[in-house]
């Protein structure tokens, strides 16, 4: 998919640049889709695009990053450019993202907050294999909340309803 499906659906889109607007930038959209907020911790971002006709968002960084989530101890890679389908706690054909499974980087094409038990995240491959983890495992680094355990899955079963009324504005 890549910088040609971000050409192709800039037109339309809310466009960000700059490292700081662009950090805050992806935050809004991981808290109005209803995503933990520490899902994406992209650095020295250098755009942030969001088509919300199409659902389509895309980050764009500097270089590659790879982060360890250190509660689940997983290792996930973020290449220059994310790209992806954004809806109501779900992120789907996504690029650009890689985790570590037993020494191979397997990409990811889906993500998504279970509507009947918010306090869980399941990430999905191109061949359809998942794994589940607990939605604290990726919440922002420094949130208080979030350290104890507390208002992620509350604060994503909040935002999926606002994003439900966002969503069914943009349709």
Not at 63 to 71: E, G, R, V, Y
Not at 111 to 122: H, L, N, Q
Not at 129 to 156: H, S, Y
């Amino acid at each position: 998919m890549g910088s040609q499906a971000v050409e192709t659906h800039r037109a339309g889109a809310e466009v960000y640049r700059g490292a700081a607007l662009c950090a805050e930038k992806s935050t809004e959209l991981l808290s109005e889709v209803g995503l933990p907020l520490g899902l994406l911790p992209l650095a020295d971002m250098e755009e942030v695009g969001y088509n919300r006709a199409t659902g389509f968002v895309w980050l764009r960084q500097k270089k590659s990053l790879t982060h360890t989530f250190k509660q689940i101890g997983r290792q996930v890679s973020y290449a220059a450019e994310v790209t992806a389908f954004v809806e109501d706690r779900r992120m789907k054909k996504m690029t650009g993202v890689k985790t570590k499974e037993l020494l191979i980087w397997v990409a990811l094409s889906d993500m998504f907050v279970d509507k009947d038990d918010p306090s869980k995240i399941t990430f999905k491959t191109p061949t359809g294999l998942g794994r589940t983890f607990p939605v604290t495992a990726f919440a922002k680094e420094g949130d208080p909340k979030a350290a104890k355990g507390k208002g992620a899955p509350a604060a994503a079963a909040a935002n999926g309803k606002e994003a439900a009324a966002v969503n069914g504005k943009a349709k």
